[in-house]
């Protein structure tokens, strides 16, 4: 591809999203070429959505996703040659069971058992959606470290665990846990709705949001001033996620009353 196709092809995406778009167009054309299938990692919304739009380029190639659940988020994508469309595949994905007979495993949170997966070695885009329920926790995974995990991963916080598979139609439903907090803002700007979620002063939020590592509906956004909607999901790295629930308010004063679900 030449430098000024590339450059052109970039346009649409974040610098931070370049090396992926690399990465994919490449997978593509070797599907195209050589025949051949590929499972990705696991994506998130933003990396899947990329995808779609690359593969919507070939009519060569087939694209299937697969979280492993109803209500997955993260999915790994097979991309095949379109030939093979209806041929069987085996699934690559795959669901544990992390139990425990301590009673304190209630109170662990979904930070707990992906810090502790990460703390075994386990990359995230390794691991896909996480379902908490009261006794544990169901893990969707890539077959390929399932056994890897089964064996390792012994403890979270401080609860000793057991894991075991299980098949994908008996994981838990998705519940998810969050604390609604309001609070009300001048005007719907990045810097101002995130300072007062994480509680930090809007001059200390700028330079985390400027360094990348701010993202909105899984997109990097690295302006301040961005403007935000009712139902963004926004996520700042070492802080949490969190979902605008409402915003749709307007005080005596003038002020833009916002409810936000904060994950935990």
Known sequence: MSDSKKQSRYAHFHP???????????????????????????????QQYILQSLVRRSVDVYLQFDG????????????????YENKPFENQVVALQVTSDDENIRELNHR??????LGIGIKREKTGDLFLWNRGCDLIVCREMSDYISMQLQQVKRVRV???PIAL?????????????SFSVASLRLDGVVSDIF?????????????GNCRVNWRVVEDPSHSLEQ??????????????????QVTKKGRIRVTVAIYT
């Open 16 to 46: 931070s999203e370049h090396s992926f778009v690399d990465q994919m167009d490449d997978w593509i054309s070797k599907v195209e070429e050589r025949f051949e299938d590929r499972w990705t990692d696991f994506l998130d919304p933003r």
């Open 68 to 83: 492993g659940h109803a209500d997955a988020e993260r999915k790994r994508a097979l991309l095949r040659n379109a030939v």
């Open 112 to 117: 707990d058992y992906l810090g502790s997966l």
């Open 162 to 164: 057991m894991v075991s």
């Open 169 to 181: 139609q008996d994981v838990h439903p998705l519940y998810i846990r969050t604390i609604e907090q």
């Open 199 to 211: 509680r930090m002063s809007r001059s200390k939020i700028v330079d985390p949001i400027r360094a």
């Open 231 to 248: 139902g963004d999901v926004i996520s700042l790295k070492g802080y949490g996620k969190c979902k605008i629930v409402a915003c749709d």
